[in-house]
């Protein structure tokens, strides 16, 4: 029995047109995305300044997706409390500061540290926006709000590398971070005026043993997924550490009379599958960049910048895809519409994997698979849940996207790795039969978490 969706009370509903309240979410998110992007290009001289190890520098990349992984639980749970407005807000004036600081900063081990402090404030940022719309578009607009969401994350990702480089060659990689300064202010500013507010009507878990485990655990998975090429033993001791703390924060929210995450979201039908679909097709996504990145320069001499010319249509196209989905349900149901997404992204894994001459077309398959498949998959996520869920169903999409993102270069990395000479193609036939196998997982249509069984 489906339940009807709870009517978003008068005080929180925008007083403006609610497409206006997009502009600075995904500014805020556009802000994110090329603050994780833009660094890999500009790694060289900012360790050539600052003097930084190799270590040191790696840490410098790493610790921003890491802090944002791990806290973006917590974002949520605050924004449920005190208000999802309240989040981003705070986010975003912890970006303009932060990137201040860093801007200015002359010593290697402030600057991880402001970065660490930089994951911390798009944890909050994210969590705030993927709510925000969660809780206040429905049926095709929270499709067109989420494609929307997918593009400006891909397109932020395709600019980044290219602005890193052009800005660290004219005023300076400091510029990548005061730069953001404006923007954020800007994102802010709008955000005050445009954004509607809204939190939970039920009540809020501060569990402290539910919170420090929930970090602990998705800090040190992401430290294992990002490290398991580079430092497997550190990474393995890592994912110890994350399974076992991971298995007591379930088994503490299943005994919880108010947990920190609902375990019956993840019985809610159409749910898991959901998550599944993000982590698979995230997954390879990201894997899909770096080995044929790696292809293209041991194989085929390309050089670093041709290599990231060549890869270009992939982000391109997952910024299409995200646009594009809305218009697609016209003549295709969400369900209809993921499964073929996924397919085409396997066809293009696949056609990798065969050694096309050209890689520009299949890397626009699985772009533009990604970007709808993403986008349908995230909807359905708050599809089948209530706006009070809004907090925690955004925590759990960004926490998918996270891990599938790491877990897809780990796995199908090392597989290429240890394979050897044909690791690349053997690599992207796992990469297509996963995302396959993802698409034919059940799909089903909304229901509420109200009518499923509590487990505990």
């Known amino acids: 029995m489906t339940s009807p969706v709870p009517v978003v009370p008068a005080a929180q509903r925008p007083a403006r047109h609610p497409w206006l309240a997009m502009i600075p979410l995904l500014l805020g998110i556009l802000i994110g995305a090329l603050a994780i992007s833009s ?7 900012i360790s050539g300044d600052l003097v930084l190890s190799d270590s040191g520098a790696l840490w410098l ?5 890491l802090s944002l992984a791990a806290t973006l639980i917590l974002a ?14 705070l986010g975003l004036a912890g970006f303009a500061a932060l990137n201040l600081v860093g801007g200015l900063a002359h010593d290697g081990l402030l600057l991880i540290v402001v970065r660490a402090l930089l ?16 809780a206040h578009y429905q049926a095709r607009q929270r499709v067109l709000a989420y494609g929307l969401w997918t593009a400006t994350f891909g397109t932020g990702s395709a600019l980044g590398p290219v602005l890193g480089g ?11 971070l005061l730069g953001s300064v404006p923007l954020a202010v800007l994102a802010g500013v709008l955000a005050i005026w445009l954004v509607p507010d809204s939190r ?35 990474a393995a001791i890592a994912g110890v550490v994350a399974v076992a703390t991971l298995v007591y924060f379930i088994r503490r929210q299943r005994r919880l009379t108010e947990p920190l995450i609902d375990m019956r979201l993840f019985g809610v039908p159409g749910f898991s599958p959901a998550v599944v679909r993000i982590v698979a097709s995230s997954g390879v996504s ?18 670093a910048a041709e290599a990231g010319i060549a890869i270009l249509p992939q982000a391109v196209a997952i910024a299409l895809g995200g646009v594009v989905a809305p218009v697609f349900l016209r003549w295709l149901s969400s369900p209809a ?26 890397l626009v398959l699985v772009g533009a698979g990604f970007g709808v498949a993403a986008t349908l998959a995230a909807t359905t996520l708050f599809d089948v849940t209530v706006p009070d869920d809004a907090g925690q169903v955004g925590a759990i999409q960004e926490v998918a996207f996270a891990l599938g993102g790491g877990l897809g270069i780990a796995l199908l990395g090392t597989i290429a790795s240890v394979v050897g000479s044909g690791g690349f193609a053997v690599a992207l036939v796992v990469a297509a039969v996963a995302v396959v196998a993802a698409a034919l997982l059940p799909l089903t249509r909304r229901r509420s978490i109200d009518a499923v069984t509590p487990t505990r």
């Open 200 to 234: 939970s009507s039920r009540p809020v878990s501060w569990d402290a043993l539910s919170i420090v485990s929930s970090i602990v655990a998705l800090g040190a998975l992401v430290f294992a997924l990002h490290e398991v090429l580079a430092a497997p033993v550190p």
């Open 286 to 303: 990201s894997a899909s960049v770096l080995l044929v990145s790696l292809h293209l320069q041991d194989l085929r001499g390309f050089t």
């Open 166 to 176: 052009l800005v660290t060659e004219g005023p300076g990689w400091r510029w990548l």
């Open 39 to 45: 660094v890999s290009t500009a790694l060289p001289a």
């Open 337 to 362: 519409l993921t499964v073929l997404a996924l397919s085409v992204q396997g066809v293009g894994l696949a056609w990798l994997a065969l050694g096309a001459d050209v890689v520009a077309i299949p």
């Open 61 to 65: 990349v790493d610790v921003y997706a």
């Open 119 to 134: 994951g911390v404030a798009e944890a909050f940022v994210v969590a705030g926006v993927v709510a925000t719309i969660g």
């Open 76 to 89: 949520a749970r605050i924004g449920d409390a005190f208000g999802r407005k309240r989040i981003v807000l």
